[in-house]
């Protein structure tokens, strides 16, 4: 049974930073995990992941601040995410893909097992 467990979520200033974890269990197919977020009253969007031959993808929005990577036995994925602005608070979630060479990596429809969220929170 595959398990995402996200953490390190919380409150921060503008300007701050937060490092968000996802553990995973059960996976088969290596960690081919990105993180996505659904800011308050708006739709989910992918924020970053790894490509099939493991290169980080980020979405525009957040390139140059939001670095992803993980641990050496490639259970947990790491999101850094520096120089936060109001604009980032959202719920964060990582999922969990077994596609691996695909165009559009940031794409939910790839992602069939995610974790239960952790809430970024960023005042100004």
């Known amino acids: 049974q595959v398990r995402l467990v996200e953490s390190g979520g919380g409150s921060v200033q503008e300007g701050g930073s937060l490092r968000l974890s996802c553990a995973t269990s059960?996976?088969?197919?290596?960690?081919?995990v990105a993180w996505f977020r659904q800011p308050p009253g708006k739709a989910r969007e992918g924020l970053a992941t790894f490509d099939g031959y493991g290169r980080p993808v980020y979405e525009d929005s957040v390139k140059g601040r939001f670095t992803l990577s993980k641990n050496r036995t490639e259970t947990i994925a790491y999101l850094e995410m520096r120089n936060l602005k109001p604009e980032d608070t959202a719920w964060y979630f990582c999922?969990?893909?077994?596609?691996?060479?695909?165009?559009?990596?940031?794409?939910?429809?790839?992602?069939?097992?995610w974790g239960q969220g952790t809430q970024v929170t960023v005042s100004s």
């Open positions: 999922a969990a893909r077994g596609a691996q060479y695909i165009s559009d990596p940031l794409s939910a429809r790839w992602y069939n097992d």
């Open positions: 059960g996976l088969q197919y290596g960690l081919f």
